[in-house]
């Protein structure tokens, strides 16, 4: 393989452009099917689980929903993730509104938080399941203190709403972000280590799901 198109589809169960994104730059051309998984209803039959199985079921339930609707591919590989941010024992999805990304914000400033990103893998051959993994990818993010002025000003690009925990460390967010311990790609939404090895576990090599270059040799760096 490497030399014309993938013979296993990548399909990301996701509608966020940040995981696009991330697979995207690292070579991968996936289509996008949105789950009709109801978030809430998931944690809440979890709710007694711990944090980590929590994030983890709402990944597998997206990944699982999707890979029952893919009958229109014959072979295909589905991505499932979600991601929470995990603080003072409490788990934070995206904030409701304005307001409660403040008061978040207000909570989480100059403190350290875990993002937790569940991870599902499922290949599917002709309408059918035929291989499933999954995992949990964990970062310490690190939060620096924003001023009063400067949160004012990131809330303000709406950009809070749309993220796990209300950061992200690529856009406006990374500003207030004073470090990491971790796979910076699990913050985005997706770890590419953690998904290569998941991909592995379902029998397929990520090097195989590569966009061929357009003159059949590994790109170089530009300088």
Not at 18 to 27: K, P, S, Y
Not at 142 to 155: F, I, V
Request: glycine share 12%; hydrophobic share 45%.
């Amino acid at each position: 393989m490497g030399i014309g198109a993938p013979a296993v589809i990548v399909v990301l169960a996701s509608a966020s452009p940040a995981r696009l994104g991330v697979l995207r730059t690292a070579g991968l051309d996936p289509g996008v099917r949105v789950s009709d998984v109801d978030e809430d209803l998931v944690l809440a039959a979890s709710s007694d689980a711990p944090a980590h199985d929590r994030v983890l079921a709402l990944a597998e339930a997206k990944a699982d929903d999707v890979a029952a609707r893919v009958s229109d591919i014959r072979d295909c590989v589905v991505i499932g993730c979600d991601s929470m941010l995990l603080i003072d024992g409490e788990l934070q999805g995206r904030p409701a509104d304005a307001e409660q990304a403040r008061v978040r914000w207000n909570q989480m400033s100059g403190r350290e938080g875990v993002l937790l990103t569940g991870h599902a893998v499922r290949l599917v051959s002709a309408g059918r399941v035929v291989a499933e993994a999954s995992a949990v990818g964990s970062t310490v993010v690190r939060m620096g203190r924003p001023t009063d002025a400067e949160l004012d000003a990131y809330l303000a690009t709406g950009e809070p709403l749309r993220v796990a925990g209300a950061l992200t460390i690529d856009g406006f967010g990374g500003w207030f972000v004073d470090g990491i311990d971790g796979d910076a790609g699990n913050v985005l939404g997706i770890s590419l280590p953690l998904t290569r090895r998941l991909l592995a576990d379902v029998g397929v090599s990520v090097t195989d799901l590569w966009r061929p270059h357009s003159t059949g040799r590994p790109a170089r760096n530009e300088k």
